[in-house]
C-alpha cells in the first residue's frame, strides 16, 4: 500500500515537472522591464588592446594583441568589425542576439572571420563569473581562451568619449 502510495506521487511529481519543462517561457531570451541602453560608443581600452565602437550597435573597429589574436582566431592589429552581443547556449535554439546588459558572450567577425568570446569576470582566484549584468556603459570583460591557456580582458571606457 506504502509502495503503491509513493509511486502515485512520484508519477504525479514527474509529471508535473515534465508540463513545467516543456513550456516555453515567454521572456526568451531573458530581457529586463526597462529600456534597452543605448549601444557602445567611444574607445574602449585593456591591456590586451583596443575596441572603438561607432556607436550604431554594429560596428567596432578592434585592434587586439597577439595573445588576443591567437585566443580568439581574430587578426591581431587594427580591423574594421561587426559585432552582436549573444545570449549563451538556450536550447533548443543555441546563441541569440541580446541587449548587451543580458549578454553572455559578444561575437565579433572580421572580414568573414568569427569569434564567439564570453563576457566574464575573471576573480583573483580565477573563477570566472558569468551572467547578466556582467556588461555595462561603461565596461565590457571579455575572457579569452582555448583549451590550453586563458587571458581575461577588461575593457574600459575612456573617459571624454
Known amino acids: 500500500m506504502i509502495r503503491r502510495i509513493i509511486?502515485?506521487?512520484l508519477c504525479a511529481?514527474?509529471?508535473s515537472a515534465g508540463t513545467a519543462c516543456s513550456s516555453k517561457p515567454d521572456n526568451m531570451p531573458y530581457e529586463p522591464d526597462t529600456p534597452?541602453?543605448?549601444a557602445h560608443a567611444g574607445l574602449f581600452v585593456s591591456e590586451y588592446g583596443t575596441m572603438e565602437f561607432s556607436g550604431d550597435g554594429e560596428s567596432v573597429t578592434i585592434d587586439f594583441s597577439d595573445e588576443l589574436a591567437e585566443l580568439s582566431g581574430l587578426p591581431s592589429g587594427r580591423h574594421e568589425a561587426a559585432y552582436v552581443f549573444l545570449s549563451g547556449d538556450?536550447?533548443?535554439?543555441g546563441s541569440m542576439p541580446v541587449r548587451y546588459d543580458t549578454a553572455h558572450e559578444l561575437k565579433i567577425t572580421v572580414d568573414d572571420v568569427s569569434s564567439v568570446i564570453d563576457m566574464a569576470i575573471v576573480a583573483e582566484d580565477g573563477k570566472a563569473y558569468l551572467g547578466v549584468g556582467t556588461v555595462t556603459p561603461e565596461k565590457?570583460?571579455?575572457?579569452?581562451?582555448?583549451?590550453?591557456s586563458y587571458i581575461p580582458a577588461v575593457f574600459e571606457k575612456?573617459?571624454?568619449d
Open 140 to 148: 565590457i570583460p571579455m575572457l579569452f581562451r582555448s583549451e590550453e
Open 158 to 160: 575612456q573617459k571624454g
Open 90 to 93: 538556450l536550447p533548443p535554439h
Open 7 to 9: 509511486m502515485t506521487a
Open 36 to 38: 534597452e541602453p543605448d
Open 13 to 15: 511529481l514527474l509529471v
